[in-house]
């Protein structure tokens, strides 16, 4: 999907409202910008956002536990150590963002864009993707395992120690990927589309996943 690059880009852009002040747990939040707001420590589970855009926004800590974000534009964000269990994103798009340290297993992504983040250390195990593209990113210790990935891309992205253990594949294309170093699940490779020069440094792994012995 087209992603806007500037605010000004969004086609809700012109009905949205400047926010301050705290979250509430369970509050509902339709065409709101945050902008430049630290959110630290706070527990607020089953909050929905729709239409919202969130400019250099940092959350640290707290919970925004099975949240939905929904048509949600993010850049320049910063998300620490913060707890998004099964949370749902929808038609939404993070830009120049880093993650870290996050827990978001069991969420739902769908129609989703990374571009030029970081995403390090999230837990996604799991988690459903469908129609997710990685853009210019760099995903590094990012755990995929038991999660459903569907029609989903990494083109230009770095993916360092990524772990699969029991994934299922489905059109997941990893040719545009600069590097792809997988740490654990070889195994659920299946059915996923690789470059010939992937499968060339992939293949010392893949022999040890499957016990073939190599020797010159």
Known sequence: MAVAEQLSDLPYADVLVSHSGPLDPGGEYDAAWFDSETFEDRD??????????????????????????????????????????????????????????VEAYGSQLRRVTFARCKLDSVNLRAAVLDEVTFEDCDLADVDLGEATLTRVRFPGTELRGLRLPHVTLKQVDFRGATTLDIADGYDSLRNAVISSGQLIELGPGLAAAHGIVVED
């Open 44 to 101: 607020v589970g089953n909050v929905k956002f729709l239409e919202c855009a969130f400019t250099s926004v940092t959350f640290s800590g707290g919970q925004l536990r099975r949240s939905r974000f929904n048509d949600v534009w993010v850049r320049g964000g910063r998300i620490v150590g913060t707890d998004l269990v099964e949370s749902v994103w929808l038609d939404s798009a993070l830009l120049s963002s880093a993650l870290s340290g």
